[in-house]
């Protein structure tokens, strides 16, 4: 058994931890607390990960193509700003059906993506709904050439900002769900904010789709039906596209971020590791660093146990998608559970060994715990990841919400 990252993906690590530390170091704590980014922001930041060759357009994808890379990607970006990762993580779904699109679609957005002036959004998330994605209101009325879409998304990671959508739907007939690959300027919809205690740079918002016009090539069996006609499949590696075989589309979909969010918390938790390790060496109270208390030395103990562990299963996961392996299902989902619940109880601790230091907004230890807080819910609850997993142990039959 290897541990180690291969050379390309240590030097991929480096070069992306220097990069953040440079970039944004400087400033995270500061714009952070100033709200959502703009769009002009957003493409800003797409440009310059774009120039060290991270990107979701098809010359810049390699963290797409390699589940390590990307495993590498969500939890160095987040260990500096946590807010910066769903522009690139939830903006890669529609991105990467984007160059099997209809002609007339590639045209206009393809250039905008390679350009780094594309923001997309996945939405699936809707007002009655919640974790109940089967039951999902949003309709798709196919009329001639067009699907008419009509229903409302919440809480969508880069809702306000983004041009193309990859939008959940069912037909108001049958029943049966797809996701239209919807872009703004030909099929507009409407949209507004929400405000929440973490990611706080990251927009979140709703979507409005009222008798929103849809070509009908933009579906998303039309657009795999057509690229695999053409001999084209989505530019993702080989064994999360076997995952596609094994497991439903989304299901398999879904096994990458949330490996990416357990290894996103990893990095906000080592964040508030390292600051406390830093702080029980300083801090002198009773005569002695506060790292000589042995109930600190406990708590940096649980916080390193956590942190290590959390690691080893958000890799594992990530190995499992590399493989193409089925059980890449129930680990991303116990890895995205470990980590955000690891993420809280270490940002906790954090705080607590920095003592009035650890509230105030002098410091990250407050914005590494209010982003923690945010890793148990998007992408799927701690609740629903911890009965898909036990769902993937018993077998069928035992799904305790079908
Ligand atoms: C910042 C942020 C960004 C997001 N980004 C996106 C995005 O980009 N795209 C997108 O589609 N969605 C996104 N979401 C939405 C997110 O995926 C949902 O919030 C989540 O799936 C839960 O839905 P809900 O909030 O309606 O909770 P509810 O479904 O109302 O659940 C409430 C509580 O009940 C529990 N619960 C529900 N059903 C069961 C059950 N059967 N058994 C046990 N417990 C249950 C839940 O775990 C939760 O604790 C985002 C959310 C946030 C906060």
Not at 294 to 305: C, P, S, V
Request: aromatic share 10%; charged share 25%; glycine share 8%.
């Amino acid at each position: 058994m290897d541990f180690d990252f291969t050379e390309e993906q240590r030097m991929f690590r480096d070069a992306l931890q220097d990069f953040m530390q440079r970039e944004y170091g400087p400033i995270v704590d500061k714009r952070d607390r100033e709200g959502p980014f703009t769009r002009e922001e957003e493409i800003e930041i797409n440009k310059k990960f774009q120039a060290i060759g991270i990107g979701i357009d098809p010359e810049n994808m390699k963290a797409y193509l390699d589940p390590t890379l990307f495993g590498i990607m969500s939890e160095e970006m987040s260990k500096v700003w946590a807010s910066l990762t769903p522009l690139l993580g939830m903006g890669a779904i529609p991105a990467i059906y984007v160059p099997l699109a209809s002609d007339d679609m590639k045209g206009r957005v393809l250039p905008r993506l390679e350009k780094g002036e594309f923001v997309g959004a996945f939405a699936e998330t809707e007002p009655e709904a919640g974790c109940d994605t089967r039951d999902i209101q949003t309709t798709a009325r196919l009329e001639g050439d067009y699907y008419i879409v009509n229903g409302t998304k919440t809480w969508i990671s880069n809702a306000v900002t983004c041009d193309t959508a990859f939008v959940g739907v069912k037909d108001p007939e049958t029943g049966a769900q797809t996701f239209l690959l919807i872009e703004k300027e030909v099929s507009p919809w409407e949209t507004s904010p929400l405000h929440k205690i973490g990611w706080n740079a990251s927009d979140t918002g709703e979507m409005f789709f009222d008798n929103c016009k849809v070509p009908k090539e933009n579906e998303m069996g039309a657009i795999l039906k057509s690229a695999f006609e053409k001999g084209q499949t989505l530019p993702i590696s080989e064994g999360f596209m076997k995952l596609f075989t094994t497991l439903t589309p989304t299901t398999a979909l879904l096994t990458l971020p949330r490996a990416g969010m357990g290894l996103m918390s990893v990095g906000i938790a080592q964040a508030a590791f390292e600051a406390s390790v830093n702080y029980a060496k300083e801090r002198v109270t009773f005569g002695k660093p506060i790292g000589k208390h042995q109930l600190i030395q406990n708590m940096l103990y649980e916080m390193n146990l956590l942190i290590e562990t959390a690691r080893l299963l958000g890799y594992k996961a990530i190995d499992t998608i590399s493989k193409g392996d089925p059980d890449a299902r129930r680990l991303s989902s116990m890895a995205k559970v470990y980590g955000g619940e690891s993420a809280v109880k270490v940002t906790y601790h954090a705080i607590q060994i920095h003592g009035a230091n650890g509230l105030s907004q002098e410091l990250p230890l407050e914005r590494y715990f209010r982003d923690a807080r945010m890793q148990t819910i998007p992408d799927g609850t701690s609740e629903m990841m911890k009965l898909i997993s036990t769902y993937t142990i018993l077998g069928k039959g035992f799904s305790a919400y079908a």
